[in-house]
């Protein structure tokens, strides 16, 4: 491909900085050339160096710096070590916690789909997220993570039209690369693929990230002196033979093995030995049972088993105090007293037919959670369908007051769900999503509901 001409890349640059080309301070133009040749027409560097600049005070000095610092021009040298400076640049601008968060990204194969959501889940299990006063860690989580699609380090994937949030990103192969590079100098991430299942010694092992595709691949064998004791995180793209023993990783805290073809109930024995672990993900695995031990797990933030055989939690989970984030499939069943986890922040997905009337009151009590997922279906009820919808409205208005800040209703069949009842409208409640057919009813709201995002698909 030809690069971009003088006239498209002061287009792009300046649509970056400014919006439109004719914004630009008459003291900067010099400076703007200067740069604009030193990216040599490339438009991977152009959004890179307009991105950071963006982020910054609109001075003469301030551009002159990030020129000088470039060095060598990619119009004279266009090579990938010439564009890998100026990649740089952009990495070494980050404060230290984006750093972080940028590296972490690294465990991730070349063109990865990444859910915007694990993503933040994951950077605050992993202690790089910390609360501050008056705002939680969730919130902070996704402070950082609009920082880094606003200098363009990660990219949008998937936009959600109606809120304009960003649901799934991914990374530029250049700026991936950049990111392993550092994650290796600095012990960061190990990263294990097919050509080399074994980890050099001398180093502990933090982040374990093993990508050996979708084959079933010989048992994973590390070198004998290579010790697990210190990984924090292990993260698996492949199959389950992949997966070490769980006994030796006492001080694992992210357990993650989406998608893993091949595992099985016994690959989770010794899990209770996790006495560390806060973030464990099943999801889309072949588990049919979650172990009883798992209720051992005192520190267990985070619990998804969505799309598995897992049809029913064991009662005892309402023990794992500490669980704020538990993600299920629409046929997997609750624990009837769910009011004692309190802690709970996000729960999905709830199928309101499947339990009796009290266990709505008791969803009433989770004062803490911020979003739900639910299914509604009037003809699933076995009891009175007028009296069930009521203290199901009234357990959701319940949760409002408090802290439900997101809801998403499921609509099963063509009777609208009753939120003609629900008045009035709960002022915490900022987002609510509907997923019916075309041929439903949508439901009729009454006045004061303005203040909401309301969707539908």
Not at 6 to 13: K, N, P, T
Not at 267 to 293: A, D, F, G, S, V
Not at 382 to 393: E, P
Request: neutral net charge; hydrophobic residues 40%.
């Amino acid at each position: 491909m030809q690069p971009l001409s003088v006239a498209a890349s002061e287009r792009l640059f300046f649509k970056r900085i400014f919006g439109s080309e004719e914004r630009c301070p008459s003291h900067l133009k010099e400076a703007s050339i200067k740069i604009l040749r030193k990216c040599g027409g490339l438009p991977l560097a152009i959004i890179t160096v307009s991105s950071l600049l963006a982020s910054k005070d609109l001075t003469l000095d301030q551009w002159n710096r990030v020129a000088n610092s470039i060095g060598s021009t990619l119009e004279n040298n266009p090579d990938i070590e010439v564009m890998r400076k100026i990649l740089s640049i952009s990495y070494f601008d980050l404060p230290h916690y984006l750093k972080t968060c940028l590296l972490y990204i690294s465990i991730f194969p070349e063109d990865y789909i990444i859910n915007r959501k694990s993503l933040i889940v994951r950077w605050i299990n992993e202690g790089f997220v910390q609360e501050e006063y008056g705002k939680n860690a969730h919130d902070i989580g996704e402070s950082y993570f609009n920082e880094l699609i606003n200098r363009r380090l990660v990219q949008p994937w998937f936009i959600d039209h109606d809120s304009g949030s960003v649901v799934t990103c991914r990374v530029h192969d250049m700026i991936l690369d950049l990111i392993i590079t550092k994650s290796v100098e600095e012990n960061f991430v190990t990263l294990l693929d097919s050509r080399e299942l074994t980890s050099s010694p001398q180093n502990k092992i933090r982040r374990l990230s093993i990508q050996c595709g979708d084959g079933e691949p010989p048992a994973l064998v590390l070198e004998e002196s290579t010790s697990l004791s210190h990984v924090r995180s292990v993260t698996i793209f492949g199959h389950g033979k992949q997966l070490p023993s769980l006994s030796n990783m006492k001080a694992l805290r992210v357990l993650d093995l989406e998608g893993c073809k091949g595992l099985e109930n016994h690959h989770l024995e010794n899990i209770e030995r996790l006495i560390h672990l806060k973030y464990l993900n099943l999801r889309e695995t072949e588990i049919t049972e979650l172990p009883k031990q798992v209720v051992k797990l005192q520190y267990l933030d985070t619990l998804d088993i969505r799309n598995t055989g897992v049809s029913e939690l064991p009662p005892a989970i309402i023990q794992l105090r500490q669980l704020a984030r538990l993600f299920i499939d629409l046929d997997t069943r609750l624990p009837y007293e769910i009011g004692k986890m309190q802690n709970l922040e996000e729960l999905t997905h709830v199928n309101t037919c499947m339990y009796h009337m009290n266990f709505l009151k008791k969803l009433a009590q989770l004062s803490k959670l911020r979003e739900l997922e639910i299914s509604w279906d009037h003809y699933g009820t076995r009891v009175d369908k007028v009296s069930y919808a009521g203290i199901l409205i009234h357990s959701l208005h319940i949760l409002a007051t408090h802290n439900l800040r997101s809801l998403t209703v499921h609509i099963m069949d063509e009777q609208s769900f009753p939120l003609h009842t629900w008045h009035p409208a709960p002022s915490a409640l900022r987002r609510l999503h509907f997923d019916m057919n075309n041929n439903e009813q949508f439901p009729k709201f009454q006045p004061g509901w303005d203040h909401l995002s309301i969707s539908k698909n």
